[in-house]
């Protein structure tokens, strides 16, 4: 059976702002594509050759703008902050007064920025949409009327270059990712431990010497694999870290301690026993 994998609604993101499904619109927006051709007339007839080129690298993506304040974020050069603060709303972002001004004689250009078209359901980036240099027209068709909320369908130039104009995908073929708009990076998705072991389970230690405790973590593949430790009796055990990542007992007086070892969400005990030098 045919999975449908690409159908989902939608959130946006443009650069570092991101753009939740609500604010999305039903018809989403279009991606142009059009491939140039070189027409050749023969005496076997008439046909067109694609030359490698494009006619149209262009996308369209329409949003519902609930305030002017959102309408700022989706146009930056354009905003201008106010210099007073509404009382009760001093910290709400919404409420920050100011302008988006379109049309004035100035000289403001428009900088590439990253747009990403993602499943909102989706936890990694399998059946993303990005244009990695976006040139997003300062303007569009703003659809204003009684009985549909306020639109603005936004005009994109895809910019080819040592990168594609578009992307349908994976964020990296090398490991799962998930775009990080605070960076504007695809970033590696973190893969959380669920269970880890420790050899030897228990530790006997004389003062004045160390045993390594090894920690094995499942998955392999986790991306936390760093424990951190703490010890209920520092005056009886020391424990410590190495740096390929084993726990170091340190004997410092003869008695019994416990020490906590954590990996990720994951805590475990490890008994210790510190006996005095040569007995």
Known sequence: MTQYRLVGKKEVYIGSERIPSECISDEIGTITVTPSTTEISSQAG???????????????ITVIIPSVRFLGRIFPNLW???KFKYAGHENDDDYTPGQVSFGANECRTTDPVTVVIHNACDTDSSQDIRIPNALIANGGEFDVNLTDPFEVELQISM???????????????DEPTLYNPKTGRYEPIPVHPTDFTLTPTT????????????????????TERTPSVTVDH?????????????????????GTATATV????????????VTTTGK
């Open 46 to 60: 008439t046909f067109n050759v694609p030359n490698g080129a494009y006619d149209e690298l262009s996308a369209t």
């Open 80 to 82: 201008k902050a106010g």
């Open 159 to 173: 910019i080819p270059g040592d990168v594609p104009a578009v992307i349908f995908g994976e964020g990296s073929l």
């Open 203 to 222: 530790v006997s230690v004389a003062t004045g010497s160390n045993v390594d405790v090894a920690i094995s973590v499942v998955p392999e593949n986790t």
């Open 234 to 254: 520092s005056d009886i055990a020391a424990v410590s870290v190495t740096k390929d990542g084993k726990v170091r007992v340190s004997g410092t007086k003869a």
């Open 262 to 273: 954590t990996v990720g969400d994951i805590e475990k005990k490890l008994p210790i026993t």
